[in-house]
C-alpha cells in the first residue's frame, strides 16, 4: 500500500466542496466561456457560477453584460444578435487579458451542460440576468433555461436577482431555487416566504456584524472573495459557500 494520498481525497475536501468559480477561472480565463469552466474543473472546482442572457432568436448563453463592449470589444447589445451570431462573436476581455484569448467566443447554456454531464460531480449555479427576463418575459425566460438544463437538473440551481421569477421557477417545479440579495434585510421579505431559497448569495461586506449564520436553513454563498485568510474567515464564522474569481488561488491555499 502507498502512503501517498489519493487525489480524489484531495478533491473532495471539505474546503474544496465549499468553493465557487464565479464565472469559471476567472482571474486567468474570459470570464463565462467554457474555457474559463473547463479551467475551474481542472484546478479542482466542485461548484461552479454562470450568468445567462438570452440570444434574439431567445437561446440562452453564458454572458454577464448585456452589451458586447466589456467581453467581446465590440458594439450593440446580446439580444440584438441570434445564436448563430453570437457563437461566433468573440468573448475575450480585451481591456483585461489583452488579445491572448481573441479566440474565444460566446459559449451556448448547452455547452455547459455537456460540460456538466462530463462531470457529474460538479453544481452549477445558474443566474438568469434580469436583462433576459425583461427581454422574453419570465414564463419564456423560465422555460428557455430549463428545458435547456434538463439533462443536469438534479446539478443545477438556477438563482436570480429577480425575486417574482425566482418565484416562478420555483412554482414550476424547478428543486433548487436561488436568490441573490443586495441587502441581509432582504431574507425578511414575503417573497423569501413563497421562494423558500435553497441558497442566497450575497457581498459578504453586506451581512451584519452581529448577524448568525450557521442556522439559516439555506446555503449562504458570500462573494467576491480571493485572499484565503478572508475565505477561511467567513467559512469559520459559518458561511456555507465563498464564491470567487480566483478559485485556483484559493484551492491551492488549501
Not at 61 to 76: A, E, F, M, N
Not at 218 to 247: C, H, M, Q, T
Amino acid at each position: 500500500m502507498s502512503d501517498k494520498a489519493d487525489p480524489a481525497d484531495s478533491l473532495y475536501s471539505d474546503y474544496r466542496q465549499r468553493l465557487v468559480a464565479h464565472r469559471g477561472y476567472q482571474k486567468k480565463y474570459p470570464e463565462n466561456t467554457l474555457l474559463a469552466y473547463q479551467k475551474a474543473i481542472e484546478a479542482g472546482a466542485l461548484s461552479i457560477e454562470t450568468d445567462i442572457l438570452l440570444s434574439a432568436d431567445k437561446q440562452a448563453v453564458l454572458y454577464h453584460d448585456p452589451t458586447l463592449k466589456r467581453v467581446s470589444g465590440s458594439k450593440g447589445r446580446v439580444d440584438a444578435l441570434t445564436l448563430a451570431e453570437l457563437i461566433n462573436t468573440p468573448a475575450f476581455e480585451p481591456r483585461r487579458l489583452g488579445q491572448t484569448y481573441n479566440s474565444q467566443c460566446i459559449t451556448p447554456l448547452n455547452e455547459l451542460v455537456k460540460l456538466l454531464q462530463a462531470h457529474p460531480h460538479v453544481t452549477a449555479y445558474i443566474e438568469v440576468k434580469k436583462e433576459a427576463i425583461k427581454f422574453a418575459g419570465a414564463r419564456e425566460t423560465c422555460a428557455v433555461v430549463s428545458e435547456c438544463l434538463a439533462p443536469v437538473a438534479s446539478q443545477c440551481f438556477i438563482i436570480s436577482f429577480d425575486h417574482d421569477f425566482m418565484g416562478l421557477v420555483r412554482a414550476k417545479g424547478w428543486a433548487r431555487c436561488g436568490v441573490v440579495i443586495k441587502r441581509w434585510k432582504d431574507l425578511q421579505s414575503a417573497k423569501m416566504n413563497t421562494i423558500k431559497p435553497d441558497a442566497v448569495f450575497i457581498n459578504y461586506r453586506k451581512i451584519p456584524a452581529k448577524a448568525e449564520l450557521n442556522k439559516l436553513g439555506f446555503e449562504l454563498v458570500v462573494y467576491e472573495i480571493n485572499r484565503p485568510a478572508l475565505a477561511r474567515k467567513w467559512l469559520a464564522r459559518g458561511v456555507s459557500k465563498i464564491e470567487s474569481f480566483d478559485i485556483g488561488g484559493l484551492i491551492e491555499s488549501e
